[in-house]
């Protein structure tokens, strides 16, 4: 897991008014409607033949044929659903099945976070795809987050992206889980220090990070590793649009762009948001300033409650699918199930009715796509 996450939230802009949808008309001679009749079935059957010859259907309805995943793990037709699931080392699948059996349905993807302490012996935080994730990746994708730390180790055991940079860490700790991911065999979704941008100085700076992320994947393909889709995740707020520009490692270095965005509402003073208004700010800018065709990832993505209105965290979820299917890219969404450091910031669905408004969001047919 995470800890001492640092974000700044800020205000964004309110998404555009929905506009009214054209309505039909009818011919008041009764031959015309007869004929009317004839040629629309004509026409939709003529447009039934043409879609499944031609592909999927964007809104999520084509046939399992057509939405099969591609090789970077995109999904044609839809989008993932997936979350972070609170756990300890040990009790993975069972908290993942308990999580599904409350939303109603099997996770996409599971989202799971490692130090960069040594991979070997007991201690598991450094170990890339333990056999509790193994399990777990047997009916799951996994989207494994690598940090250079070391969770509770000393100041000098903490990796630095320059000493990444220079192969210092190569034989003990990056050759190690490379090789790892390797013997695994099924891709698996892999990010570097997600959120770099709130790890300046400390880890370096936005140059080094770049030839560190590099660097470790340029070692993992010296080493034959084929199995990883890279994903690269910030924070996406845009007060930190300097730091995202100088710190993308390049087109070539990444797969999916991924980014975090919640309702954090009273956990960090700001005004409630709906559900567009965390997404679409950061979304325009990814597509405007990085890359206008990687798939995109709502990598994190929650809210607070407001305990003075009790439903407003199920109205919130409510408003998932819809706003998904007009984020361009956006392939994947994986809630955030758990708390953040401070005051008011537990992000846990709070109550029954938000599980509720979040199994209804998790059955909608654009969230379901085929596996394999």
């Known amino acids: 897991m995470r800890f001492n996450r640092l ?30 009749a004839t040629v629309v079935s004509a026409v939709l059957i003529g447009a039934l033949a ?14 399992r044929a057509d939405c099969r995943p591609t090789a970077l793990l995109e999904p044609p037709c839809g989008a993932w659903f997936g979350a972070f699931v609170p756990h300890e080392r040990g009790d993975l699948p069972e908290k993942v099945r308990a999580y599904e059996k409350r939303v109603g349905r099997e996770l996409d993807i599971v989202y799971t976070y490692h130090d960069m302490s040594l991979p070997q012996g007991t201690r598991r935080e450094g170990q890339l795809l333990t056999p509790e994730e193994r399990r777990v990746g047997e009916d799951h994708l996994l989207l494994l ?7 509770g180790g000393t100041k000098k055991q903490q990796p630095t992206w320059q000493q990444i940079a220079s192969g210092e860490l190569d034989d003990k700790v990056v050759d190690v889980q490379a090789r790892r991911i390797k013997d695994y065999g099924k891709k698996v979704f892999l990010s570097f220090d997600l959120e770099m941008d709130t790890r300046t100085p400390d880890s370096g700076t936005p140059a080094e990070y770049v030839k560190a992320y590099r660097h470790i994947h340029d070692r993992f393909r010296e080493l034959g590793v084929d199995n990883v889709v890279w994903t690269w995740i910030t924070t996406g707020y845009l007060d930190h649009a300097d730091e995202m520009k100088r710190m993308y490692p390049g087109d070539q270095y990444v797969d999916w ?10 956990c960090h003073n700001t005004g409630w948001m709906n559900f567009a ?31 003075a209105r009790p439903q407003r965290q199920a109205e919130w979820y409510a408003q998932v ?38 199994r209804k969001a998790a059955a909608d047919p654009y969230l379901n796509q085929p596996l394999k």
């Open 145 to 151: 987050s690598w940090e250079s730390k070391w969770w």
């Open 257 to 266: 762009i991924g980014y975090n965005q919640y309702n954090y509402y009273r």
């Open 7 to 36: 974000h700044r939230p800020f205000r964004r802009r309110k998404p555009p008014e929905e506009q009214p949808a054209d309505g039909p008309f009818a011919s008041s001679r009764r031959r015309l409607l007869i004929t009317s």
């Open 50 to 63: 043409l879609r499944d010859a031609s592909g999927p259907d964007p809104q999520g309805a084509g046939s």
């Open 277 to 307: 208004q965390t997404q679409n700010a950061a979304h325009d800018w990814i597509r405007e300033n990085l890359s206008d065709d990687k798939p995109l990832m709502l990598s994190e993505f929650g809210t607070a409650e407001d305990s």
């Open 321 to 358: 699918p819809g706003v998904l299917k007009g984020l361009e890219g956006v392939k994947a969404a994986l809630q955030w199930n758990y708390r953040d450091p401070g005051p008011h910031c537990d992000l846990a669905l709070a109550n029954d009715a938000a599980w509720d408004s979040l």
